[in-house]
């Protein structure tokens, strides 16, 4: 059993969204729209639906393609704008769609050069509105391990707890043994966090943990506490808090590619 709560069981879901969303590609805006539905196709997180009515003109083309989907019949289109096409990205539901979906589009997400939440970028899915993250000044002492190494250790950092994920402990770069990262050029994405802009790897004597650090030098305005900050992924390493081992459960970010 993990030691944080896990989201809401909010499968199939489909709820109003208040925010403004926008989605472009090639440098133009393919819909504009307040009217957006959040749509959860896993417990994970939602999907945005969003009304035909709202989607620019010209940038959806049907490719004569029907899919017959457990939401409802969805015709298959291109997405095409700014010189840019992205063939079967878009499905239109028909008037046989549930939930209220009859009528709107669902983009494929990866299919976008971006995606805004009023005038923020948005990057890998909606913000879920189940899902808290916060990021809160601590000074818990932390210690990070790998086997007999002691990796980082610190009296003064921000702890992220985060719905569904094990606690993120940020150590300032002093408080942490830079003689054993190794730069790598994985970059990750989060919504809540934004885009990371470094990871490393932990060399421990002959063992090399790949990709098991990481740092957000501009994080999104809520997480502007992290900024500059390293952390380890908690299941690659032992951390310690306030001399209690945190529990190692396999972590679903890293899994996903993601942080």
């Known amino acids: 059993m993990h030691d944080y709560p896990d989201p809401a069981s909010v499968h199939d879901l489909v709820q109003a969204s208040p925010r403004r969303v926008r989605g472009e590609l090639g440098g133009v805006t393919v819909f504009d729209t307040r009217a957006a539905?959040?749509?959860?196709?896993?417990?994970?997180?939602?999907?945005?639906?969003?009304?035909?009515?709202?989607?620019?003109?010209?940038?959806?083309?049907?490719?004569?393609?029907?899919?017959?989907?457990?939401?409802?019949?969805?015709?298959?289109?291109?997405?095409?704008?700014?010189?840019?096409?992205?063939?079967?990205?878009?499905?239109?539901?028909?008037?046989?769609?549930?939930?209220?979906?009859?009528?709107?589009?669902?983009?494929?997400?990866?299919?976008?050069?971006?995606?805004?939440?009023?005038?923020?970028?948005?990057?890998?899915?909606?913000?879920?509105?189940?899902?808290r993250v916060d990021a809160l000044r601590s000074r818990a002492h932390v210690q990070v391990r790998h086997g007999d190494l002691l990796l980082a250790e610190s009296n003064s950092c921000v702890l992220v707890f985060e719905t569904g994920l094990p606690t993120r402990y940020y150590l300032d770069r002093a408080d942490v043994r830079a003689d054993h990262l190794i730069p790598t050029d994985t970059?990750?994405?989060?919504?809540?966090?934004?885009?990371?802009?470094?990871?490393?790897?932990?060399?421990?004597?002959?063992?090399?943990?790949?990709?098991?650090?990481?740092?957000?030098?501009?994080?999104?305005?809520?997480?502007?506490?992290?900024?500059?900050l390293i952390a380890f992924y908690n299941d690659l390493v032992e951390i310690t808090v306030d001399g209690v081992v945190a529990t190692r459960t396999d972590d679903l970010s890293r899994l996903r590619g993601t942080e």
Request: charged share 25%; proline share 7%.
């Open 37 to 131: 539905r959040y749509v959860w196709e896993t417990v994970k997180y939602p999907q945005y639906y969003v009304p035909l009515d709202d989607v620019s003109p010209g940038t959806l083309v049907d490719d004569d393609h029907l899919q017959h989907l457990r939401r409802g019949t969805a015709r298959l289109h291109t997405v095409t704008a700014g010189g840019q096409s992205r063939p079967g990205a878009a499905r239109v539901y028909g008037d046989d769609a549930r939930d209220g979906l009859a009528g709107t589009v669902r983009f494929d997400w990866d299919a976008l050069d971006a995606w805004y939440e009023e005038d923020e970028e948005v990057f890998v899915h909606p913000r879920n509105p189940y899902v």
């Open 187 to 228: 970059l990750t994405a989060c919504p809540y966090k934004g885009r990371t802009s470094q990871y490393w790897s932990v060399r421990a004597g002959d063992d090399v943990l790949e990709d098991a650090a990481w740092t957000y030098t501009f994080p999104t305005t809520a997480l502007a506490p992290i900024s500059g």
